[in-house]
């Protein structure tokens, strides 16, 4: 029986939580900011924690996802195909939407119809951008492989 592949090391997991945060932070604020019409200081205030929160979820959901995907399919997460690529950023985002919307609720003083549908705006942009940025993450840093 094979070894299970090789999974990113704890450096390289806070490096690319650290990266994909900040990068969410500069391409996803401003349109929340002038779609929802919350102004800039309470928008970045929210964006803020909730990428506080996003990064602490990102790191647990990808250490658990990374260990489920080596454990059923033998790859590591740089060779995760397209279809199961959507699969671990609707997850993120889901379970990440289950968590932020009180906060939502009680940043902005949206009712919880209005914060649904932010928080599901704001989900759905970050799933674009994760599965993006992580397809690139990937290629820029592979999983190294044992020799």
């Known amino acids: 029986m094979s070894s299970p592949p090789k999974l990113r090391t704890t450096f390289d997991r806070l490096r690319q939580v ?3 945060e900040v990068g969410g932070l500069l391409l ?3 349109p929340f900011i002038w779609i929802s019409g919350v102004p800039l200081h ?3 205030g929210l964006m803020v924690a909730m990428a506080i929160i996003a990064g602490v979820w990102n790191t647990l959901y990808n250490i658990g996802f990374d260990w489920v995907d080596a454990r059923l399919s033998g790859r590591s997460a740089d060779q995760r ?3 199961w690529r959507i699969v671990h950023a609707l997850g993120f ?3 990440l939407l289950l968590i932020s919307l009180p906060m939502v609720m009680m940043w902005t003083g949206m009712d919880w119809q209005q914060a649904l549908i932010a928080d599901i705006g704001l989900a759905a942009a970050y799933v674009v951008y994760a599965y993006v940025f992580n397809l690139g ?3 820029i840093f592979p ?3 044992p020799d």
């Open 18 to 20: 650290f990266l994909f």
């Open 28 to 30: 996803i604020t401003p």
């Open 42 to 44: 309470d928008s970045l």
């Open 81 to 83: 195909p397209t279809a």
């Open 93 to 95: 985002e889901g379970g």
């Open 137 to 139: 993450y990937d290629k």
């Open 143 to 145: 999983v190294a492989q």
